[in-house]
């Protein structure tokens, strides 16, 4: 007996290759490489279905995160998931911008070298004043970088009580 995944891929174009699902929508492509040997795809009309050799529990959990990214994928393709981040500060007024390609927050804290991280190819980001919205097809980069950035801009060595300036999720993807 073995486990068995069905996903139902309606309003995207999925193609299934030996090691590899691409899928195509209005807003792109996106594409999952299958990594595990044991673990078999095949496509019937428009359900997808992912299937393990044996009923153990690792094997299991592995078909089923394949089949929440395949869900993903196919959600991300047709509307893209966005996030929003927003810059506060208390003590020293910093700004944020984009600046060929990079994130770039200037004065955070009153420093003088500005702070900057570099962005993605796959996702769009736009700074309106101190609101950062980050689109894209793919989750897990939107929610990725959304979690970078906010993990390198904060202060470090003061006291988080005092100091609360940072820059912080509002909307996770």
Same mark, same amino acid.
């Given at each position: ?6 996903? =139902? ?5 999925? #193609? ?9 929508? /209005? ?17 019937? =009309?428009?359900?997808?279905? %992912?299937?393990? =050799?044996? =009923?153990i529990d690792y094997q299991k959990a592995i078909v089923g ?8 994928m196919v959600k991300g393709v047709n509307e893209k998931y966005?996030? $929003? ?9 910093? #700004? ?16 003088? +070298?500005?702070?900057? %991280?570099?962005?993605?190819? $796959?996702?769009?980001? +736009?700074?309106?004043?101190? /609101?950062?919205?980050? #689109?894209?097809?793919? /989750? ?12 390198? %801009? ?12 940072? %820059? ?6």
């Amino acid at each position: 007996m073995s486990t068995k995944f069905k996903v =139902d891929v309606s309003g995207a174009e999925v #193609s299934v290759d030996k090691a590899t699902i691409t899928v195509k929508g /209005k807003e792109g492509t996106v594409k999952a490489e299958i990594k595990y040997p044991f673990i078999h795809v095949t496509k019937k =009309d428009n359900i997808i279905f %992912i299937e393990a =050799d044996r =009923d153990i529990d690792y094997q299991k959990a592995i078909v089923g995160t394949l089949a929440a990214d395949l869900k993903n994928m196919v959600k991300g393709v047709n509307e893209k998931y966005t996030a $929003e981040l927003e810059l506060i500060y208390m003590h020293f007024p910093a #700004s944020v911008k984009v600046i060929d390609g990079k994130l770039v927050v200037e004065n955070f804290v009153g420093e003088r +070298k500005p702070r900057e %991280i570099q962005l993605p190819k $796959e996702v769009d980001v +736009k700074v309106n004043g101190t /609101k950062i919205k980050i #689109s894209g097809i793919d /989750k897990y980069t939107v929610g990725q970088l959304a979690g970078t950035i906010e993990s390198k %801009i904060q202060i470090k060595n003061k006291d988080r009580r005092v100091f609360k300036d940072g %820059i912080f999720i509002t909307k996770k993807p």
